[in-house]
């Protein structure tokens, strides 16, 4: 693993930062830091740049429909970006059970839910409102018993607060991130930037890209299988 420093010395040398034989001088390495770390964030909100989106569980309290998540929040995490999605765990089965629920994204389908306090076993959506510092989870219909909930976020990429920090990446982001660095820092400092280094950048990108998208698979509803007759795909016919 290489540190914020070496990554940052590498991004300034692609950039023509440093004339032959000159070394990285304290401002330099300062206004990189600054900037790799504002970049990352940036690419914290770029779903194709997400490498992982973890599973969570957090135990939901009978007759609580609202709980805060995010530092010192009642589910006590990292901020996430995004909840892509989420379920209601029945532990009273064994193995326990995961049931998916339907994730509100817009506050005109939370404000048509008539009944926000209606109680029942299992919860059928939430509405996470995006505030900040903590988001607010919304659980409906509000739980009468203590299950968990299982959020599945998108994970963020490690900051580096100091130079002597580690950068730690999943294979092939490294590259990806020195040399968009470097199309960063050119700009910053007024540096030409050619189209080579645009294109190294964008393709190192694209690489991560490809492997971070989603691939939505073909699922057939299980009563098809089950002797009930059947169904052509081509055709799109059934009996």
């Known amino acids: 693993m290489r540190t914020a420093e070496q990554t940052i010395t590498r991004a300034i040398r692609i950039a023509g930062g440093l004339r032959p034989g000159q070394q990285t001088n304290e401002s330099q390495l300062q206004t990189g830091l600054e900037i790799l770390n504002a970049m990352l964030d940036q690419w914290d909100i770029d779903r194709l740049a997400v490498y992982h989106v973890p599973r969570e569980t957090y135990t939901l309290t009978a007759g609580t429909g609202s709980y805060t998540l995010g530092p010192g929040g009642d589910f006590d995490q990292e901020r996430p970006v995004k909840i892509e999605f989420a379920g209601i765990v029945n532990t009273d089965t064994t193995p326990a059970e995961e049931s998916p629920v339907q994730i509100y994204r817009d506050a005109q389908l939370w404000a048509m839910v008539a009944q926000k306090l209606d109680t029942a076993r299992y919860a059928l959506a939430i509405y996470p409102e995006m505030t900040f510092p903590l988001i607010t989870v919304n659980v409906w219909p509000v739980p009468d018993a203590a299950l968990d909930l299982a959020l599945y976020a998108w994970a963020r990429l490690l900051k580096a607060e100091t130079l002597a920090v580690e950068l730690a990446f999943p294979p092939g982001y490294e590259n990806a991130v020195v040399k968009s660095l470097a199309v960063e820092l050119a700009q910053e400092w007024r540096l030409p930037v050619t189209a080579e280094m645009y294109r190294q950048a964008r393709a190192a990108k ?5 492997v ?28």
């Open 212 to 239: 971070n998208a989603p691939r939505p698979e073909l699922r057939i509803d299980p009563w098809l299988t089950r002797g009930h007759g059947y169904f052509d795909i081509e055709t799109g016919r059934s009996g």
């Open 206 to 210: 694209a690489d991560i890209e490809r």
